[in-house]
């Protein structure tokens, strides 16, 4: 995406193509299980012991991290995420519009809801691309961390806060 379609626009027109059902979806996901990065169960389970709450915001699907979510013991309301909507026969109807993540701008909208519902002192987002990075504004995250284990995108890890290629590094930093 160029950038030239509002998030919005293009999400529903790519949905529109292919209009996943609900047993699509359950096959994929069995078909191709959601993987998780190496270390990052370790890091989550050494921040939930820390009473740090975790939350995952991202523009892909929320029937997609639930399963990672629970893998990680991240309660089903720390997602947000889009989220597919399936007719009584399992048809897909569309996607919910009032997810922030559906929007352009949205992981930032969601980080600011977190806050302003939490109330949180500092908020730390992690993540490897550009709509990640959108979340450092006034109101959002306070320090955003690169991850570029995966890929490592360089216009993103120019303007973080903070830059790691494998969640060790983070793992360091709170021992």
Same mark, same amino acid.
């Given at each position: 995406?160029?950038?030239? +379609?509002?998030?919005?626009?293009?999400?529903?027109?790519?949905?529109?193509?292919?209009?996943?059902?609900?047993? #699509? +979806?359950?096959?994929?996901?069995?078909?191709?299980? $959601?993987?998780?990065?190496?270390?990052?169960?370790?890091?989550?389970?050494?921040?939930?012991?820390?009473?740090?709450?975790?939350?995952? +915001?991202?523009?892909?699907?929320?029937?997609?991290?639930? $399963?990672?979510?629970?893998?990680?013991?991240? $309660?089903?309301?720390?997602?947000?995420?889009?989220?597919?909507?399936?007719?009584?026969?399992?048809?897909?109807?569309?996607? /919910?519009?009032?997810?922030?993540?559906?929007?352009?701008?949205?992981?930032?909208?969601?980080?600011?809801?977190?806050? #302003?519902?939490?109330?949180?002192?500092?908020? +730390?987002?992690?993540?490897?691309?550009?709509?990640?990075?959108?979340?450092? #504004?006034?109101?959002?995250? /306070?320090?955003?961390?690169?991850?570029?284990?995966?890929?490592?995108?360089?216009?993103?890890?120019?303007?973080?806060?903070?830059?790691?290629? /494998?969640? #060790?590094?983070?793992?360091?930093?709170?021992?």
């Amino acid at each position: 995406m160029t950038g030239s +379609v509002p998030f919005e626009e293009a999400l529903a027109a790519r949905l529109s193509l292919f209009k996943p059902s609900l047993y #699509q +979806v359950n096959e994929c996901m069995e078909k191709r299980p $959601p993987r998780i990065s190496p270390g990052i169960a370790k890091l989550i389970k050494r921040l939930r012991a820390k009473n740090v709450d975790i939350y995952l +915001v991202s523009g892909g699907f929320r029937q997609m991290f639930k $399963p990672i979510a629970l893998e990680l013991g991240i $309660p089903p309301e720390n997602i947000y995420a889009n989220q597919l909507l399936f007719g009584n026969s399992g048809e897909y109807v569309g996607f /919910d519009p009032a997810e922030p993540t559906s929007r352009s701008g949205g992981k930032a909208i969601a980080v600011q809801q977190i806050r #302003q519902m939490c109330s949180y002192k500092t908020l +730390v987002m992690i993540g490897d691309g550009a709509t990640d990075l959108e979340a450092r #504004q006034p109101g959002g995250a /306070d320090l955003f961390i690169c991850y570029g284990g995966v890929q490592m995108r360089e216009a993103v890890a120019r303007k973080a806060d903070w830059v790691v290629s /494998d969640f #060790q590094e983070l793992m360091a930093y709170l021992a």
